[in-house]
């Protein structure tokens, strides 16, 4: 008959193991033992390869709307008052020293953008939480990717817009159209997802993946006040960021950026980043970002948790640093947003793809 102490000890290694994998906050790990539906991947599978960094070149516009796979989940009601507008950050109580780092997954009508896997099994690495805002077109063409993120419960996924319309420019049907196309595309990937655990024997553990997104984010950053009425018509939460993370990263060094953003980050920031494959210093600042964070006190939480505990700090006009700043993007990119520029085409506003 095993001693007592030889009954405890594996009580006790578990514990000292869970409190290594928590480095920075004390929710992740009990969540991660419970969820459990990244082992429907190898470790291989998760870290992808070199060719998920490849962002595709500009090509013919892909007009096509996702298949009607599986239902859409309904609604939530109207975003409430004080979620309404476009939210920069989160004001928390003085002690909860927390930064949400977002992640955007952009992709236009004409081009694969890519996907930045270093940085998400950094993330991993680092048990660090993150909100990525996902394009629906970006889902369907890296589904796998988009299934990981939903599966890990470090992180939380928000709606970038079907094919990154530029909704200042939108009517309201243009503007729905965006969103519902995403989440359609998110459903299908939802519904692939709990097909693999179902096989897996890991159903119970999809209770955790939220059915439908209620956090966007402006692509360009461009709003006006029929997409925030829009939208907020349609129960989301509009998330901008008060911490813009590449901002001229062109000019700057990784460390530059990394310290620019820990100069910044205050409790309730929010960090624009991005995990496409368009910026390319993300990965190195991120690598310099998360100790210096550590260093200063600072945990990172997802934007939904950073909403559950403080009071919303908003705008009524979506912007980078200061208001009218992007308002520039509304010439450069054509299709209402939807296109990259291609140099061959002559510049249009319509139709949208
Ligand atoms: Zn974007």
Redesign the pocket.
Known sequence: MPSIGSRLYPLLLAALLASFAMPGNGLAADMLNETGLLGLWTPAKLAGTDADRVVGPVGEPDATAPEPLSPLPPRPAPTPRHMRGCIRRVALPAEKKLVALTF???ERANNIAGFENRIVALLRRENARATF?A?GKWMRSHPEAAMQLMADPRFEIGN??WT?GNLALMTREEIGKQMLLTEQQHANLLAELGGKAVTAGLADRMARVPQSLTLM?L??GRSSELALNTLADMGYAVIQWDVEGERDEERHSPRELADRILTLARPGSIVLL?A?AVPHKTYELLKLLLPGLRNKGFSTATVGELLALGRPEAVRDGYFTVPGDNSKYDAMFPGKGTLKPDPARPFVHAPVP
């Open positions: 955007d997954l952009c805002f394009g970038h817009a990154h984010r692509p360009y991005h496409n």
